[in-house]
């Protein structure tokens, strides 16, 4: 995890990877899931970057293009690591019962949580993000709630990594669209996000007139 202070416009709480993942010795591949990696990085300098081992196949191809899209940053061959940049999370893809495995021996590790869900529409693989345990929404919005002296701390959200930010919010409301883990916790369940429905539920609430 790291948060943004736009306050003094630096960086600042970092949870890295890096005491985890040393890129000269796993070359990419973890050595125990035998996984191609993509290291998101923070560098010197405020850069944002993602490294990635040798690409092996089409899909593999597709979704370094995806990460570039998505997340607007340059990617790089892991050969490339930089001295001093911080891995801010790990992802990774591959056959389903290969990421379940991954996913339940993270879920043993403290120090590390992880997400995971399909990665193309039809194709038989899934994705898998890992990052520090403390790397969580819930461990961001209560730093925040404490910095800023807030009182009362609403939430919303719709899959797995929202869970952390319910168990410590006053309130937590749940998309229509969520998984039924959030919608267990969830104070209460709203629109679906496809239809604005935390932007409506904010003007209704707080009397801003609707969008």
Partial sequence: MIVWDPVTEQYRDFNALNHRWDPPLTQGH???WGLPLFLFTL???DVHAIYHPPLQNETERQLAADFATRSMVKL???SKFPDGALITNVSALG???RIDKVEQQVTQERSLVAYSGVALEGAQLKWIDIHDSQASKG?????????LGVDNLLVFGDSDNDLSMFT????AYALS???????EVATSIIGHHD???VAKFLCQRFELGMP
């Fill in 30 to 32: 973890d050595r125990d």
């Fill in 43 to 45: 560098e010197p300098g």
């Fill in 76 to 78: 790089y061959p892991l």
């Fill in 95 to 97: 056959e389903p019962n």
């Fill in 139 to 147: 461990t961001a919005v209560e730093k925040l709630k404490g910095q």
């Fill in 168 to 171: 410590i919010a006053d309130e």
């Fill in 177 to 183: 669209n969520a998984k039924a883990a959030v919608k």
């Fill in 195 to 197: 239809e604005d429905a």
